[in-house]
């Protein structure tokens, strides 16, 4: 059973344009939602991390929008630029259960120069 | 922020030997790590998790006497594949998770990552 499920698998987008991965989870448990972004042979770094007392999360070029209701969260990063090109992964956690830290498939996002 | 480093960065090592990895949380004291292994272009498998002092809880189907971890302080933990075959390559991440500054109640931080080659 995937409890995290991303899409889409890949993305291309233009260099200025915006960049919209999205993430769905089952677990309502889950209380604690990071993304991640990966450069290849690197490991993973925390990008943003949102809580579901809030609908959305900005900083800088990246924000997370979260939709409890619909058990369902985004990341869309603004002025795409070719460093952004990488793998990033969204992730979901129960704080104060377990603390693992669930993982989606991952998006590889390719910035055109 | 926190950082956590990973010894070695990549290792190849014939099959049936035992490679040992290193993982430290170098300005936080980590009450609790994760092992990751993550296969080519796949995403992270948590492998287990340890807290110092204690045995490893491990996730179902990884072997706990072929990966053998030890959390023998609040900065280090090792994860030691034993007779390692082909198989086992693959990319192995640890994270750490402590009492750190500005940090989220569950944040974790990623070490870089050990490349195992098993020949």
């Known amino acids: 059973q995937q409890q995290v499920k991303q899409s889409p698998q890949s993305l291309i987008v233009q260099k200025g344009g915006i960049s919209i991965i999205n993430c769905a989870y089952e677990n309502t448990a889950f209380d604690y939602f990071p993304w991640y972004q990966q450069f290849p042979g690197k490991g993973p770094a925390l990008l943003i991390a949102?809580?579901?007392?809030?609908s959305e999360k900005k900083e800088g070029r990246f924000t997370i929008s979260f939709n409890k209701s619909a058990k369902q969260f985004s990341l869309h990063i603004m002025d795409s630029q070719p460093g952004d090109s990488a793998t990033y992964f969204c992730?979901?956690?129960?704080?104060?259960?377990?603390?693992?830290?669930?993982f989606g498939k991952g998006t590889r996002l390719h910035i055109l120069p | 922020g926190a950082v956590v480093s990973q010894h070695p960065s990549r290792v190849i090592c014939k099959s049936g030997t035992s490679v040992k990895i290193e993982c430290r949380s170098l300005d936080f004291q980590a009450t609790t790590m994760f092992w990751y292994r993550q296969f080519p272009k796949q995403s992270l498998m948590l492998m287990a998790t340890?807290?110092?002092?204690?045995?490893?809880?491990?996730e179902q189907g990884v072997e706990k006497d072929k990966f053998l971890i030890n959390h023998a302080s609040l900065t280090l933990s090792t994860l030691t594949v034993t007779s390692a075959h082909p198989e086992d390559s693959s990319f192995y991440i640890c994270?750490?998770?402590?009492?750190?500054?500005?940090?989220?109640?569950?944040?974790?931080?990623f070490g870089p990552g050990t490349r195992l080659t098993v020949l």
């Open positions: 340890s807290n110092e002092g204690s045995k490893a809880t491990y």
């Open positions: 992730a979901a956690s129960a704080v104060n259960r377990d603390d693992k830290i669930i």
């Open positions: 994270s750490a998770k402590g009492a750190t500054s500005g940090s989220s109640d569950n944040e974790q931080f």
């Open positions: 949102i809580r579901p007392d809030v």
